[in-house]
């Protein structure tokens, strides 16, 4: 990671670091902050302890949600000048559920290259642990204030087929579980709470029994919330990640002829039946 020459642009590295125990840290993160130019972090003073503990000394610029605008046009120049520069957030992967995805966009836009360095992230480890289907899953970080926008995201948990990743401050959690209560039966919650740190908790049951069990709850809290199993995929969801060998196979088991295999696939991809047949022509 040697210094750029003059007209040569730096690199943007997206940093993981801990989100509880610090020996969680990857020897790659810890050589790439010691190796950048510059580490733009989301609060400074907290990424500060992250670096003193670790023995690295780098000049530190803050860059969070209130100053993202302004903040994003001093990277970038730095970057356009040769500078390398690693971004972190407060703990866990930047870009998720905070202003890292901003500048990530502009360097795209500026050509800048990005460069990933893996390591903790709540959500995914939350969903390991919960017990609930890991195959496919939406992540909706915090729920909106507003109502309306809020009514829209419990409807969309309500009728999603799929397990529902939420991030929540503890201070909202009860009334989450309220609005939660109120859509989701019995379907089963975890909470994921403190993950890596000395209070690390998981919390399971319905909405209702979290509601009775828990009081004055603190710490970093992640949802992961059951999927609606009475919810059934429709026709076009159904066949859209198969494979024309594998759709040909679904309807030759249920005993059809080819012609009319041909003009279901035709039908369920809505594409012409020559295009289909073309196809499994040229494959024999």
Known sequence: MDKKNNNEKGTLYIV????????????????????????????TRHTLGLLNHFNISKPLISYHRHNEETRVNELI??????????????AGTPGISDPGEEIIKN????NIKIIPIPGACAMVNALICSGLDTKEFTFLGFLPLNKKLRKNK???IKNSNKTIILYEAPHKLKNTLEDLQNILDNRKITIAREITKIYEEFIRG????????INNIKGEIVLIIEKNENIKLSDEEFFKNMTLEEHYNFYMQKGMLKKDIIKKIAKDK????????????NKK
């Open 16 to 43: 993981a670091t801990p989100i509880g125990n610090l020996e969680d840290i990857t020897i790659r993160a810890i050589e790439t902050l010691k190796k950048v130019d510059l580490i733009a972090a989301e609060d």
């Open 77 to 90: 120049e730095k970057l356009r000048n040769g500078d390398n520069i690693a971004l972190v957030s407060d």
């Open 107 to 110: 360097c795209i836009n500026e």
């Open 154 to 156: 419990l409807e969309e």
């Open 206 to 213: 319905t909405a209702l029994e979290i509601l009775s069990n």
């Open 270 to 281: 809505n594409v012409n039946k020559n295009e289909i047949y073309q196809y499994f022509l």
